[in-house]
């Protein structure tokens, strides 16, 4: 048994330590909201924060994840950023199939974190590893900057 | 913990239920006439619902299309509650169960199925009169209520009025008043200057739940007792499973059953990371007797050697061999498209349950009847007994719509194998989704074309080489005289006033890799070679690449009207801005008619020395007929160019030997962020009832890239992707 800190919640989880977190998420505690695209930290899709750090949950071993504060797409709503990020989103209708959106959300709000008036380079360098097939990457990009004005 | 969210028609009651505490509404199908099912004794077909209304004020939209990102239940959902004046803030949408006579695609007949960017264009007049044989039977229940004349009533934003008395209604107050109306056989629909919703910016309806983790895909199915699938899939196309070794997998903790199924041998685990772990210590030996095991080179070599020779024709005008023999210059080129994975952000997977009644599916379901016939058959039920629940599908491009239902069968052959009981969700891995086959066609493209001293086209001829989508598939009737229409629209008939034209096709049927549509279809190869084709000889005759156009499309003004209109907003004639040192600059343009929508792209490229190249703009028209929600027609043309734009420039899948050479995002790249360039849309106004925006922006996009990257080096592309190599300074 592991205990994990997931969204401010102490959670007791029994997995094998190799386990990626993605698949304790998902299929351990059915926090489906974190989404599997490819297994091997090349879309992230899967992006959570660890720490405050965005990672790849599909490539980070359970083990790695134990002691450490967890934040999902369902908990990133009650933390300012996070809110504003999601209204960013939806006052713009950035989202189309929605898979991937997820994990855009997670590593725009672990930008805007960082950094409160990101550039365009800036945002490049923050979502290049987060594919979106349906390339809604001109509204991501325009919904960072919406969520950056609303933060300023 | 177990909570799924799926809302589904079929879970509910209809008419039965009209007493109760929802109304259902029913509408004739098509033109027919007919009337709802209280009214049945006089009706002679079977009605269709597509609206309920709850005492609780709620407007449900009943979606009988799949939304898989495209927009379609928010459309849709804007022309129920135009006609019903309906608040936007009380509609909800829900996905209809699989029914080919209620929820038929009116543009395929009787099945059920979204794609071919029909959604909102077969739906339009449909769910018109849904939403106003509701409003009118809420208006009729409100006068007997009231007792006042039904004409002195109006109705606005969700609610009924009666001006001069003052009273008021919501939906839901006048729910069971409404329920003894039987709906009018006839309805008057608005005029398009009192539209509220449609052509206004209204928000999506699956944006929030989208945005906070809570939208329900397939993969994120979870049944009480449920199993999770991962199977190990031949590394050829026509291999079958040999003999297998699943000691290894059944000793990993959580596997529960290894079984051999038709499509190779599935280890089912009580979650998706056991069944992956058990999968990889599987040891399969394949019969590869019947395996395919051709490389791309080798099926490019074939494709060039069959163009050589003359095909079955597929459109003929006047005399294209005479008129290029009389030519006073002639140019020839040949284009090569590789295949192309759809590689859709959810790999394919199903849910499926078997009991004693029937079986049930979870799945982001494209063609609903046509997996619920395959079903059927599988497990020897009538249709109705296969229940679909038709949940968001994280993308698709085509890949959902499988003509041979391969991944939902799948799924079904190991419940099959499994026994009845626990219900089993099938997961392919990335690498299983890129590997499966069902990609874009190859093609392999020969032109030719003739023009006089004037620089006047006079002649063309087009060849086309790639194996037929349609062939053996459930949809193999639609193949006349030996032409799979997939494999030349968008070339056969072109626009442009050309007196002599011949387009002909090969399809080799001794290729063994599964194909399928991939969002435009055959658009994603004709309007490259065609409108590459069109610029250089543009070129060669010294003409502007637009007047040149515009002054052969006098036929065709819609293509003329969103050509115009791309060219002025992107400044076209006007210098480009000069590049940094080491830069070359150009614009190109491309104009193409799909599925009854007209689009222009005017692309705008900078090309570094090295080769390596940037689109920087993007300024797209578009003709879409009336435009229900202009935001959503943005999008979808955002989209399409990101899309599309993978294909310029990253690459395809290829095979060796027979086995495919990509295997997951690192080999066959997306679009990320810093790659897509500025979009600007510009919709032309329209009265003509509405055609699709889910496809027709992305053909044109390639063609403008590879005629602006020319306009910058002087270089044509031959085949895509295009390689920096092919634009070295």
Same mark, same amino acid.
Request: glycine residues 8%; aromatic residues 6%; charged residues 20%.
């Given at each position: 048994?592991? $205990? ?6 102490? $959670?007791?989880?029994?997995?094998e330590p190799? $386990?990626p ?7 351990t505690? +059915? ?12 879309c992230?899709a899967?992006?959570?924060h660890?720490?405050? +750090? ?9 083990s ?5 504060k967890?934040?999902t797409?369902?908990?990133v ?8 990020v999601q209204?960013?989103? +939806? ?7 929605g898979?991937?959106?997820?994990? +855009?959300?997670?590593?725009a ?11 365009d380079?800036?945002?490049?360098n923050a ?8 390339? $809604?990457?001109?509204?991501i990009?325009?919904a ?9 | ?6 809302e589904?028609?079929?879970r509910r ?13 029913y ?5 027919a006439?007919?009337a ?5 004794s006089?009706?002679?077909?079977? /009605? ?5 209304i709850?005492?609780d ?11 898989m990102?495209q ?8 022309i129920?509650?135009?006609?019903? %004046? ?7 949408? !829900? ?13 395929? &007949?009787?099945?059920? &199925?979204? #794609? ?6 077969n ?11 509701a409003r009118?039977?809420?208006?009729a229940?409100?006068a007997r209520?009231w ?14 009025m ?18 003894d109306e039987?709906?009018?056989p006839?309805v008057?629909l608005?005029? /398009? ?5 449609i052509g ?14 809570k939208?329900?895909y397939t ?8 199993l ?19 000691a290894?997998?059944?000793a990993?903790k ?6 051999q199924?038709p ?25 590869e007797?019947?395996?395919f ?22 459109s003929?005008t ?19 498209? @590789?295949?192309l ?9 199903c849910?499926?349950?078997? =009991? ?6 979870w ?7 046509? %997996?619920?016939?395959?079903?059927a ?5 009538? /249709? ?5 629940n038709?949940l968001y599908? #994280?993308?698709?491009?085509?890949r ?9 069968l ?5 419940v ?6 626990a ?5 392919w891995?990335?690498?299983?989704d ?8 190859m093609?392999?493209?020969?032109l ?10 006079? =002649? ?40 002599n ?6 399809t @080799? ?21 065609t409108?590459?084709?069109?610029d ?13 156009r515009l ?13 115009k209109?791309a060219?002025d907003?992107?400044?076209?004639g006007?210098p ?11 614009? =190109? ?13 005017v692309?705008?490229?900078?090309v570094?020395?090295d080769g390596?190249?940037?689109? !920087? ?6 003709d879409? #007929?009336?435009?229900i929600?202009?935001d959503?027609?943005?999008?979808q ?18 095979l ?5 050479d990509?295997?997951?995002?690192h080999?066959y790249?997306p ?14 106004p ?7 925006? #889910?496809?027709?922006?992305v @053909?044109p ?12 080096t002087?270089k044509?592309a ?8 092919m634009?070295?300074?």
């Amino acid at each position: 048994m592991v $205990t994990l800190n997931i969204n401010g919640k102490a $959670t007791r989880v029994d997995a094998e330590p190799d $386990t990626p977190l993605l698949w304790v998420l998902r299929d351990t505690l +059915q926090l489906t909201g974190t989404k599997f695209g490819c297994g091997m930290a090349l879309c992230g899709a899967c992006t959570v924060h660890l720490d405050g +750090q965005p990672v790849r949950s599909c490539s980070t071993p359970l083990s790695a994840a134990a002691g450490k504060k967890i934040v999902t797409v369902e908990g990133v709503g009650r933390e300012r950023v996070g809110k504003v990020v999601q209204e960013a989103w +939806q006052r713009l209708d950035v989202v189309q199939c929605g898979y991937c959106q997820s994990g +855009q959300i997670m590593s725009a709000v672990a930008l805007l974190e960082k950094n409160r008036k990101p550039t365009d380079a800036d945002i490049d360098n923050a979502m290049g590893g987060n594919v979106c097939r349906c390339a $809604t990457y001109v509204r991501i990009r325009a919904a960072i900057h919406e969520a950056a004005n609303s933060l300023a | 913990m177990t909570t799924i969210r799926i809302e589904n028609a079929s879970r509910r009651h209809f008419l039965q239920g009209a007493a109760s505490l929802t109304l259902a509404i029913y509408v004739p199908a098509g033109q027919a006439a007919g009337a709802s099912k209280k009214a049945a004794s006089a009706a002679t077909i079977e /009605p269709n619902a597509f609206l309920r209304i709850g005492q609780d004020n709620s407007v449900t939209v009943i979606s009988k299309h799949l939304e898989m990102g495209q927009g379609s239940y928010t459309g849709l959902a804007t022309i129920v509650a135009e006609e019903l %004046d309906a608040d936007w803030s009380q509609v909800r949408v !829900e996905s209809a169960p699989a029914d080919a006579k209620r929820y038929n695609n009116l543009s395929w &007949g009787p099945a059920q &199925g979204t #794609g071919g960017s029909t959604a909102v264009g077969n739906s339009w007049e449909q769910l018109r009169k849904a939403g106003a044989s509701a409003r009118a039977m809420l208006v009729a229940a409100a006068a007997r209520k009231w007792q006042v004349p039904p004409a002195e009533i109006t109705v606005a934003n969700g609610v009924v009025m009666h001006q001069a008395s003052g009273r008021k209604a919501s939906f839901g107050e006048l729910v069971s008043a409404a329920a003894d109306e039987v709906p009018p056989p006839n309805v008057k629909l608005k005029e /398009p200057k009192d539209f509220k919703l449609i052509g206004k910016r209204i928000a999506r309806k699956d944006n929030t739940d989208k945005t906070t983790g809570k939208a329900v895909y397939t993969q994120d199915i979870h049944l009480p007792g449920m199993l999770t699938a991962v199977v190990a899939h031949a590394p050829r196309f026509g291999a079958k499973v040999k003999s297998f070794d699943a000691a290894k997998a059944r000793a990993v903790k959580g596997v529960v059953n290894v079984l051999q199924i038709p499509t190779g041998v599935a280890v089912l685990a009580k979650d998706t990371w056991s069944a992956k772990k058990g999968r990889d210590a599987l040891t399969v030996e394949w019969d590869e007797s019947a395996a395919f095991k051709l490389g791309s080179e080798q099926i490019l070599e074939k494709y060039r050697e069959l163009a050589k020779s003359p095909g079955t024709v597929a459109s003929r005008t006047g005399d294209a061999d005479k008129a290029l023999s009389a030519a006073a210059h002639t140019l020839e080129a040949t284009y090569d498209f @590789p295949y192309l994975a759809h590689a859709a952000m959810e790999p394919m997977n199903c849910v499926v349950q078997l =009991g004693k009644d029937g079986c049930e599916v979870w799945n982001g379901d494209q063609m609903q009847t046509g %997996d619920q016939m395959a079903l059927a058959k599988l497990f020897g039920l009538a /249709p109705e007994q296969v229940r679909i629940n038709t949940l968001y599908a #994280g993308g698709s491009f085509g890949r959902r719509a499988n003509k041979d239902s391969d991944y939902v069968l799948e799924a079904a052959n190991i419940v099959k194998a499994n026994g009845a009981g626990a219900p089993v969700k099938l997961v392919w891995l990335r690498e299983d989704d890129m590997r499966a086959g069902y990609y874009r066609p190859m093609f392999h493209h020969r032109l030719s074309a003739g023009l006089d001293e004037q620089g006047k086209l006079v =002649g063309w001829r087009h060849r086309l080489v790639g194996q037929s989508v349609l062939a053996g598939s459930p949809f193999a009737a639609a193949i006349k005289d030996g032409i799979d229409p997939t494999s030349v629209e968008g070339a056969h008939k072109l626009p442009y006033a050309i007196a002599n034209m011949l387009v002909d096709l090969h399809t @080799p049927t001794d290729i063994h890799v599964p194909v399928l549509w991939w969002r435009s279809v055959g658009s994603t190869h004709t309007a490259f070679s065609t409108e590459c084709f069109i610029d250089e000889l543009a070129h060669a005759a010294k003409k502007d690449p637009v007047a040149w156009r515009l002054s052969m499309l006098g036929q065709h003004p819609r293509h003329a009207a969103v050509l115009k209109l791309a060219a002025d907003k992107a400044g076209w004639g006007t210098p480009l801005p000069a590049g940094q040192a080491g830069e070359r600059r150009g614009r =190109g343009v491309a104009v193409h008619e799909s599925f009854k929508t007209y689009v222009a792209q005017v692309a705008e490229v900078t090309v570094k020395d090295d080769g390596t190249f940037r689109v !920087e703009r993007i300024v797209c028209a578009v003709d879409c #007929g009336i435009a229900i929600n202009p935001d959503i027609i943005r999008a979808q043309v955002e989209g399409s160019v990101g899309l599309a734009l993978a294909t310029v420039m990253n690459g395809g899948i290829t095979l060796t030997d027979g086995k495919v050479d990509q295997s997951n995002f690192h080999d066959y790249q997306p679009v990320r962020i810093a790659d897509m360039p500025r979009v600007e849309v510009h919709i032309v106004p329209s009265s003509a009832n509405p055609s699709g925006i #889910g496809e027709p922006a992305v @053909p044109p996009l390639a063609p403008a890239v590879a005629n602006a990257l020319a306009a910058a080096t002087g270089k044509r592309a031959r085949k895509l992707p295009i390689t920096a190599d092919m634009l070295k300074a």
